[in-house]
């Protein structure tokens, strides 16, 4: 009975068990069961929250890292603030009168006068100077300075090898975009034809005093027979003692050296190549004054002496020449400018004026007065509109007169 009543049990309780896990079919035309949804996965445990150190530890390494990059980018703007690229184009029409009554002469012209790329590096301890002129001539090389300043002396002694400038007077060491007239004084042209040789200079700071002096090969730039060669083994000594005191600046001059050549014409011509002097001496003053009230008045001057100068870039050997120049310019406010300056250039020294089958002597002094009126807008832009009348000596006991070479130039120059 017992064991009856045990069977029945467990029949009851397996058929309980398939029939759960039996899936049952559906009856035709009914809409199956819904599906049971799947138990929720247990939810991962949350990570242990980082300690305060930990967090430390981070931002000290992130703040590292920034600290890092900054000194990076600190290296790489220290450098760019050493380099400074700068440069002006000068573009002008020029008109000419003619030089006689027959229109023959003069001209109607542009050009582009000037187009400088400069580049400057400036370190603690040194500095090179590079910059080139590429006008529709051509391209030629103008400054290629390497400097060094002499240690412990806070840059105001320094030492230059390359091509540059000769230490000169005023004139010469302007710069071009400065000037007030289109060019420089005939006599600057003459006897620093070019302004710049190959050579060693040292400069000089000491209070309100300065001192420039070097040597080099004397043949400049732009000596036609000598281009970037010397002609001998001697050396010029080119140099200047100046003084600035803000209102009032000067200084004085010299040259002295020799070049080596033969005169082919005159009296005595050289049968060998012959030892010449090549000497100079100037003076030079500038005055900044405020005597009106539209703005600031300047006064210049310079005085300048030697033998054996350039004349389209041959040297007159042993031929001594003199000339000078005064310059005035009066601002008016803060745009605008006058300028008047007289030039005077004698070709050989107090030689009396001849003439030629009708023509003056090309050695006879001329003297050129020009007035200049100068517009800036702003620091970059400047328009020069400028006229000039060269007066050439006459011949005493002669009939030619001084030509109609009057010179008109407009010139707009932008720099950066």
């Known amino acids: 009975m017992t064991r009856n009543l045990l069977m029945a049990l467990l029949t009851l309780t397996s058929g309980a068990a398939l029939a759960q896990t039996t899936e049952p079919q559906p009856a035709t035309g009914t809409a199956p069961p819904a599906e049971t949804a799947p138990a929720p996965a247990e939810a991962p445990e949350a990570p242990a929250a980082p300690s305060v150190d930990d967090r430390l530890t981070t931002a000290e390494g992130k703040i590292t890292s920034i600290e890092e990059q900054y000194a990076e980018t600190k290296t790489d703007v220290s450098g760019l603030k050493k380099l400074k690229i700068s440069g002006y184009v000068q573009g002008r029409y020029q008109a000419q009168q003619a030089l006689d009554d027959t229109g023959t002469g003069g001209f109607s012209r542009f050009a582009v006068r000037r187009a400088r790329i400069k580049t400057t590096y400036a370190g603690d301890y040194g500095q090179l100077v590079v910059q080139v002129d590429a006008v529709p001539t051509g391209v030629s090389l103008k400054d290629a300075e390497a ?38 004084s005939r006599v600057v042209g003459a006897l620093f034809s070019g302004e710049r040789d190959r050579g060693v200079r040292f400069n000089g700071k000491f209070s309100m005093l300065r001192v420039s002096a070097g040597l080099f090969d004397g043949n400049g730039t732009n000596n036609r027979n000598f281009i970037g060669v010397d002609n001998d083994k001697e050396k010029d000594v080119v140099g200047r003692v100046g003084f600035d005191m803000k209102w009032i600046s000067g200084g004085v001059s010299g040259w002295h050296g020799t ?30 004054l405020d005597l009106l009230p539209l703005g600031g008045t300047a006064l210049k001057g310079e005085y300048i002496t030697g033998t054996t100068y350039q004349r389209s870039g ?76 060269p007066m050439t000596a006459t011949a005493e006991s002669g009939t030619a007169e001084d030509p109609s070479d009057n010179l008109f130039t407009l010139q707009l120059q932008v720099r950066y």
């Open 147 to 184: 400097t060094l300043f002499i240690p412990g002396t806070k840059k105001n002694l320094s030492l230059t090898v390359g091509q540059m400038k000769w230490p000169f007077g005023y004139e010469v060491l302007q710069s071009s975009s400065d000037r007030e007239f289109p060019e420089r």
């Open 314 to 389: 041959v040297e007159q050997l042993g031929v001594p020449a003199s000339g000078w120049w005064l310059l005035l310019v009066q601002t008016l406010g803060l745009s605008n400018a006058v300028a008047l300056r007289y030039d005077y250039f004698d070709p050989e020294n107090g030689r009396a004026p001849t003439e030629s089958n009708g023509r003056l002597g090309s050695n006879n002094p001329i003297g050129t007065f020009g007035i200049a009126a100068i517009h800036y807008f702003g620091k970059d832009v400047k328009l020069t509109a400028a006229y000039e009348l």
């Open 259 to 288: 070049t080596l050549g033969m005169r082919t014409t005159g009296p005595n011509p050289d049968a060998f190549r012959t030892a010449y002097d090549r000497t100079r001496l100037g003076a030079d003053l500038q005055l900044y």
